[in-house]
């Protein structure tokens, strides 16, 4: 996987498209939701002032309703003064009761053309104040509220830190804040009142924008593709450094004991897979196994161990012939048939396989839709000698469905029940019923995960056949399994557990 420029260039107009259509949709949503909450709440402060000031006498006589103005200003942060109108007059305000001072020709004509209540903003001729008038009607007169007008932009510009806005009237003239030209706006007119907000982003910022979420979603983009790249290259390495492993014939077959429970002698021994790495130390199958499964290359890994077994179990069965070897088949070893029918020809090619040796089902994957198939191939096998055991019983995949449809002659109990088994109640009960159900279905029981004398004597308790595990020995290379074969003193084992009840038969070495 190579970064040309035209790759590049192709990535950042990717990225382009995306961030476009993000800060788009994000930005329009976003300004139909502020202009609609500004909306909102305009309405709702002008019909609280509308409703406070006409709560007031339009006539007042005295200092006291004045009072009452004052009182109204003071309560509000926006509104400034407050004047009544009658007859083009302004009659009082909020700091004179009694005026008598005729308004403007254009306030006039606003008054008589203008459908009430209208807005407009303008500049005081006395103070140099920006003001927003907002003119009511009054049962006899008028009423007109000063509004200051930059505590209003303010507002509005705190709505939202990220947009931009602004209110016009039905005139198109400003009432908060100057009209902006905006690339993506949302607009939304007041219901109740003659303005519209206008929300929205102008052109330099929702490109800057674009610009930004683009750079991101590139370098995203960038750092994914490397990645990939980076595990692609790994994988494609590993598989080569495996099928070169394979050539070379790294992989090599270690055995751990399989202990009769009633005797203590060593009956069979499971095949474990260990690389011996060029480079390394011997790798144990947890540093591989997956990625050998998932790539397929298990297959010629388990056919040169079987090519090693054919030497190695000549010894191990060589003072006793009833010695098994159990090695480990996936669901997708065996339902391919051109791989089985080459570990089928190498089984008949050599008589050290004929007998004494198991294959262990690993179900990693579900077998339910199998099951026609594994009968087939477990029936084609068992008919050359093999027997068939099913793995990690109780975990994954492998449960009552597998052991009622297909004829197991052992099932190998998973380490997780034989570890807890003395501490925890319910796994106990579940051990118990698993060794019951095995009684039942004639099948020969292998605890795994044994390395306590504890969990041993639970096991004895439980009538199981078999034990594996540390408890007996770590899995060993065929030199060291000869050495523990031979100087494995079952003898002196029992002695130094005078609890157990083992009937020990010894084996005579010729």
């Not at 994000?26 to 500004?38: G, M, P, T």
């Not at 590993?238 to 751990?256: G, H, P, T």
């Not at 003072?319 to 048939?337: C, G, K, V």
């Not at 090619?349 to 262990?360: A, C, D, P, R, Y």
Request: hydrophobic share 40%.
């Amino acid at each position: 996987m190579s970064f040309s420029l035209k790759k590049f260039f192709l990535i950042a107009l990717l990225s382009i498209f995306i961030s476009s259509s993000l800060v788009v949709t994000y930005l329009s949503y976003r300004s139909e939701q502020i202009s609609f909450e500004v909306n909102k709440s305009l309405n709702s402060s002008f019909t609280q002032l509308k409703k406070d000031v006409l709560l007031i006498q339009e006539v007042h006589n005295h200092s006291q309703d004045l009072n009452k103005l004052v009182t109204l200003i003071l309560a509000s942060r926006s509104l400034r003064s407050v004047a009544y109108i009658q007859d083009d007059h302004y009659v009082y305000s909020d700091r004179q009761l009694h005026l008598n001072q005729e308004i403007s020709s254009s306030l006039q004509q606003k008054i008589k053309t203008e459908a009430l209540p209208f807005l407009y903003r303008k500049q005081s001729s006395l103070n140099n104040i920006e003001e927003l008038h907002f003119v009511i009607k009054g049962k006899n007169g008028f009423y007109q509220l000063f509004l200051n007008a930059r505590y209003m932009d303010d507002w509005l510009d705190n709505a939202d830190l990220t947009l931009n806005g602004y209110v016009v009237n039905n005139h198109n003239q400003p009432i908060i804040n100057q009209p902006q030209k905006l690339l993506i706006k949302a607009v939304y007119q007041s219901p109740q009142y003659p303005f519209k907000v206008v929300i929205g982003e102008p052109t330099q910022d929702v490109i800057i924008l674009i610009a930004m979420g683009a750079a991101f979603i590139f370098a995203f983009i960038l750092l994914g593709l490397l990645f990939a790249k980076h595990l692609y290259n790994n994988n494609f390495s590993f598989r080569v450094d495996i099928e070169r492993a394979i050539r070379a014939k790294e992989f090599i077959a270690y055995y751990q004991p399989i202990v009769s429970n009633k005797n203590l002698q060593c009956s069979g021994a499971e095949l474990l897979c260990r690389w011996h790495h060029k480079k390394k130390r011997i790798l144990a199958p947890n540093h591989f196994i997956t990625k050998v499964e998932e790539s397929g290359q298990i297959k010629a890994i388990t056919l040169q161990l079987l090519n090693q077994l054919v030497k190695d179990k000549i010894q191990l069965c060589k003072h006793n012939p009833d010695f098994y070897i159990s090695i480990n088949f996936t669901l997708a070893m065996l339902r391919d048939e051109a791989y089985m029918a080459e570990v089928m020809a190498l089984i008949k090619k050599n008589t050290s396989l004929q007998s004494g040796l198991v294959f262990e089902l690993t179900e990693r994957e579900n077998t339910t839709c199998a099951m026609k198939e594994l009968n087939t191939v477990m029936t084609q096998f068992r008919q050359i000698g093999v027997r068939w055991a099913l793995d990690d019983f109780g975990t994954g995949y492998s449960s009552l469905s597998s052991v009622r449809s297909l004829n197991f002659d052992i099932i190998k109990i998973d380490k997780l029940f034989v570890l807890t088994a003395d501490t925890d109640a319910i796994t106990s009960s579940i051990l118990k019923n698993i060794a019951y159900l095995g009684k039942g279905l004639n099948c020969k029981m292998v605890a795994e995960g044994v390395e306590t004398q504890t969990q041993f004597n639970k096991l004895l308790g439980l009538n199981i056949d078999y034990s594996q595990g540390y408890l007996f020995s770590k899995p060993m290379a065929i030199k060291d399994f000869l050495l523990f074969q031979h100087s494995f003193d079952h003898r002196a084992y029992i002695c130094q557990q005078p609890d157990l009840e083992i009937n020990y038969q010894p084996i005579v070495v010729k």
